[in-house]
């Protein structure tokens, strides 16, 4: 294997495909980047075997060829190159050269035949859809997943492919963020899947928002690619919860909010809220929130903002982290808060949104204590 590519164009490559390779692992050859040469470009690809992702560039290939090299240090390497073109060379199947300007490097790695091929998915079933509508469902759903290992089926998000929808959502069970949007996909797209947002997140992050993207499935797992691109995961399998007879229909009271100084109000509330709670109290009436916290070991503290609100006065308590965290994702400058009762689950809509299709925020309260 022998080729010349651009600095550049190197570190973008590593930049995408390293994410992807796993800090620690009892399997040496994925602590390596698959480095394949061809006619078209080098392909460099990374795994740790749930989450695979791939891209290619651009590059002068002398002699085609494959093998595997450390992602860490190579990634180290090219950070600190000079700006010109980098010649490889592979010196059988575990040894390359590296060389740019006046810099040589030799780099022990592995062979190809140790890395491990990327499961099989079938594209022929599958769909397109625009990257940056991706983007969008992606960006205001996976905050919402659910970190803890006890219930392994909320650490991913819902995707729900219809011929005409895209929906996403995810939830920890204490709070929840649905998405969706129409999209004309064909009659053959249809499916539920459980995807990890690490994965989601790759999808962020190789494909530009104006790419069209193929999407293809197999049995437990989805992937998705472009002309040089390409992202597969592992699916997480089992039932997903009943989402939808969680979110209320039956709040009767709204409060309108200014989002950046909720959130600033939140944020000081915060400073003398319990650890292990976090919990500041609202209290809603006709055109003023009050903010109260009272931690018996740390201290109290009080705020107020203006508010639009229609409904009897509510004193209801929440979880100002899961606030601040919807708050940082609604994409509009106002937000809509409904309630039924302090015992009841509030949701959160951004206020005039032109966006795509529906957005809607779901936060559970906490009890509040005398």
């Known amino acids: ?168 959502v995810a939830t920890n069970g204490h709070r929840l963020a649905l998405m969706e949007a129409p999209a004309e996909l064909g009659q053959g797209a249809t499916g539920d899947f459980i995807v990890p947002p690490r994965a989601l997140e790759q999808v962020r992050r190789v494909f530009p928002p104006e790419e069209e993207v193929e999407i293809g499935k197999a049995e437990n797992h989805l992937a998705f690619r472009s002309p040089i691109a390409s992202v597969s995961t592992r699916l997480i399998e089992g039932p997903y919860p009943n989402y939808d007879q969680v979110i209320p229909r039956d709040n009767d009271r709204f409060a309108i909010v200014d989002r950046a100084s909720l959130a600033s109000a939140l944020r000081r509330m915060s400073v003398v809220a319990s650890d292990q709670t976090h919990r500041v109290k609202l209290s809603f009436n006709t055109a003023l929130l009050r903010f109260t916290v009272q931690t018996p070991d740390v201290g109290e503290g009080q705020d107020e903002i203006a508010v639009q609100y229609a409904g009897d006065a509510l004193d209801i308590g929440f979880n100002s982290n899961y606030l601040l965290e919807i708050l940082r994702y609604m994409p509009t400058d106002e937000v809509r808060f409904t309630f039924k009762t302090a015992e009841r689950a509030a949701t959160v809509l951004p206020e005039n949104w032109a966006g795509p299709g529906r957005y809607v925020c779901l936060v559970m309260p906490l009890r509040l204590v005398d």
């Not at 909320?154 to 011929?163: D, K, S």
Request: charged content about 25%; glycine content about 6%.
């Open 1 to 168: 294997m022998r080729f010349t590519i651009a600095r550049e164009k190197l570190q973008e490559a590593l930049t995408s495909v390293a994410p992807a390779v796993p800090a620690k692992t009892t399997l040496p050859v994925l602590a390596n980047i698959l480095v394949e040469a061809s006619e078209r470009g080098v392909r460099f690809s990374g795994t740790d075997l749930d989450v695979a992702v791939s891209i290619e560039v651009p590059a002068d290939v002398e002699v085609p060829g494959a093998l595997t090299l450390p992602a860490k240090r190579l990634g180290e390497i090219t950070r600190e190159l000079p700006p010109a073109p980098v010649k490889f060379a592979a010196l059988g199947e575990q040894r390359a050269t590296l060389e740019c300007s006046r810099t040589r490097f030799k780099l022990l790695g592995l062979p190809r035949d140790e890395y491990p091929a990327f499961a099989p998915v079938e594209f022929t079933t599958g769909w397109r859809v625009k990257a940056g509508l991706l983007h969008e469902l992606i960006s205001r759903t996976a905050f919402a997943v659910s970190t803890e290992e006890s219930r392994p089926i909320l650490n991913g998000v819902l995707w729900e492919v219809r011929a005409q929808l895209l929906r996403m």
